[in-house]
């Protein structure tokens, strides 16, 4: 583990998980459990900046599969906020496949909560993990929160989603996402329930090893 100039180095807690698992909302609850000393990043930050493509170019993108995330970037967040520094995080809008111009100046805390779906995949990432979390949850249940989620914030029509979600999100899920389970220390249902998370918050604060 990478060491920092003020001390010990944050606690990093990693949340993996299918596209509608629940692993942003758990992510959320410990931020909120564990504030001020907490923070969240999430890996949908990194998505590759598709705004030099047409539109119709950009639609036809597979954003289900681990190439569509700049790793070098997401990677060097990581690592600077591990040794006490500063990282400089992208803006992305989901809408047009594009980054923002405004980015968001993060500094470290005492637990940073990084969500996503590959992460527990990047060998390089591993290591610097003290939490392995993997949500496991059913894919009617993934499927539905996707639902609610594109139709209603990224302006997709069901049938768009129900047809990317059968040809990219599921079968990338078992080729990519599911996997990662082996490297978890925790498995946690994606209905989870408070006193679940409860219990985690207190073993993360009393540093139990999650093994």
């Known amino acids: 583990m990478p060491s920092s100039r003020r001390g010990a180095p944050p606690v990093l807690i990693a949340i993996v998980g299918g596209s509608g698992s629940g692993k942003t909302w758990l992510a959320k609850k410990l931020e909120r459990a564990l504030a001020p000393d907490a923070m969240r990043l999430c890996l ?3 998505y590759h900046d598709r705004s030099h493509l047409p539109p119709t170019r950009r639609a036809r993108i597979n954003f289900d599969q681990p190439g ?3 790793w070098a970037l997401a990677e060097a967040a990581v690592r600077s906020l591990m040794k006490g ?17 405004a980015t968001q100046l993060l500094q470290p ?6 969500d996503g779906l590959w992460l527990l995949r990047r060998r390089a990432l ?4 003290r939490w392995r979390i993997y949500v496991d949850c059913p894919m009617r249940v ?5 639902l609610d989620r594109d139709t209603r914030l990224r302006g997709r029509s069901k049938e768009s989603v129900k047809r990317q979600f059968r040809q990219m999100v599921q079968p990338m899920h078992r080729r990519y996402v599911a996997p ?7 498995v946690l249902p994606g209905d989870c329930r408070p006193r679940d998370v409860d219990r ?5 604060r009393a540093g139990v090893c999650p093994n």
């Open 180 to 186: 990662q389970a082996r490297w978890a220390d925790l």
């Open 126 to 129: 591993r290591p610097f993990f």
């Open 68 to 70: 569509a995330i700049d």
């Open 142 to 146: 993934r499927l539905q929160r996707r």
């Open 109 to 114: 805390k005492r637990f940073i909560i990084l």
């Open 85 to 101: 520094g500063v990282a400089r995080i992208p803006s992305y809008d989901f809408k047009t496949h594009s980054r923002f111009k």
């Open 200 to 204: 985690l918050v207190a073993r993360i």
């Open 44 to 46: 949908d930050s990194f």
